[in-house]
């Protein structure tokens, strides 16, 4: 007897139902799919090939890789006519980026700088796009499902032995390969154990320094804390529909989702990420608020023993304490960079041009942009005003309201589902990047957009027996 989790599915991609025109979707949908699996290797495969000592330029093409696919992959669907009706929401988003777009001749930053910036800008739409635009075979909502449970599977177990058995040293060796294909070896800072300073967190007071004490996260095949837990946020809220909600044939048998859910939330925890924990609880909330009172009884029941099993643990529970009292380092920082994002929009309400916030600024200025980080909203204002960040926010809340569309209309179980996912993850994501970059990164979220623009197409849709979504 098979615990796969997805009924009628083998572990991997299952065979697709028989449909019109179904191999021309297949083969490009099943190419993104793979392409999107890569994600979450990509820069363990690079720093393992840059510490062989391999040439650096096919680790650079490693890196860009997925890029050329994805943009290649998307110029094809809007060549093939498979977008043919542009709704509000795609207007708002083509305004953004066109704002984007009349930034880049301008600014005092080379281009590579200014390009850097406006792919850090541009990502999480074009990945919406992609799932907005693409054809899709049968299958294809649960497809992507599947792959996401298996990667992440994947990923979170590599994380484990990581903890267990990798040395320090060798992750910082890796990461630091890393940086150096992405020319950002100017940032590179060693603090416990020769770790890279994000590799470490601490409990404490951040008025008191000297008694700090450090713990390591979990980074994987990330190599980086805050991207391995916000690209947790999709699958685990996913999971704890699947375990906490109605009984349906989505996924089963339901002590298995139990295992992979605490699986998962205990990688997430591990990587102690706050602004990814505080988009799962927002995720699992808006589950929690639409559910019928059985279902919002059992979730919170859910909640509630693993909150309680959590501050059991010592470290865990100063942790949340430290994180609520804002007395941590990590909050000092954050706080610091919000005030100068303020001050910043307050005196350059245009911005100072592409490459100029965030990460991006930090490797191409030394530290030296004059915008602000650790926030993805104030690194666009930095970058491109307040026009550029207030198109970015409208469209945000678009996409918002059509999946809340979608979940309410849609009477097929997978569409459903997968709306009411995407909407509670994304509004996690959103209220995370206030004070997080990482939320909307490429490799951390981009499953998640993608996804976003794969439910919004199905539901603007007719026939969704076609697409192999019914119940």
Known sequence: MSISPFPNEIAGLSKPTSVGRADSRLSLFSFILLTLAWLPFQNITVGIWIYAGLPLEIGGLLVWIKEIVLLGVFGLTLMSGAFRRWRKTEVLLLCFMAWVFLYLPIGA?????????????????????????????????????????????????????????????????????????????????????GLQGSFYSAIGSRFDVENLIWFRRMVSTYLEPLALGHALVLPIVFLFYAFAGPRPALLRPRWLIG????????????????????????????????????????????????????????????????????????????????????DMIINQPMGFGLGNGGYVGSYFTGGAAQGTGESFFFSIASQVGLIGVGLFIFALAAILLDLRRIWNKADTLWLKVSALVALGALLGYSVSAIASEAAFGLLASGAMWFMCGLVIQLGNRRGFVEYGISN
């Open 109 to 193: 930053l080379g281009l590579t700088a200014r390009l850097a910036g406006m792919r850090m800008l541009l990502w999480p739409f074009l990945m919406y796009l992609l799932g907005r635009s693409i054809r899709i075979p049968p299958n294809g909502l649960r497809w992507i499902w599947n792959m996401l449970i298996y990667v992440f599977l994947l990923v979170v177990l590599f994380g484990f032995i990581e903890e267990l058995f990798v040395p320090p040293v060798q992750l910082a060796s890796l990461q630091v390969a890393t940086y150096l294909v992405k020319g950002q070896e100017s940032v590179v800072s060693f603090g416990v154990d």
């Open 259 to 342: 295992i992979l859910l605490s699986t998962f939330l205990l990688a997430q925890i591990l990587a102690a990420s706050r602004g990814a924990i505080l988009a799962t609880l927002i995720g699992i909330g808006i589950i929690i608020i639409v559910s019928s009172n059985k279902v919002r009884f059992r979730s919170i029941v859910v909640v509630g023993v693993a909150l309680g099993i959590s501050l059991v643990f010592a470290p865990v529970r100063a942790f949340v304490m430290n994180t609520i009292s804002l007395e941590d380092p990590s909050s000092g920082g954050h706080i610091s960079q919000l005030e100068k994002g303020v």
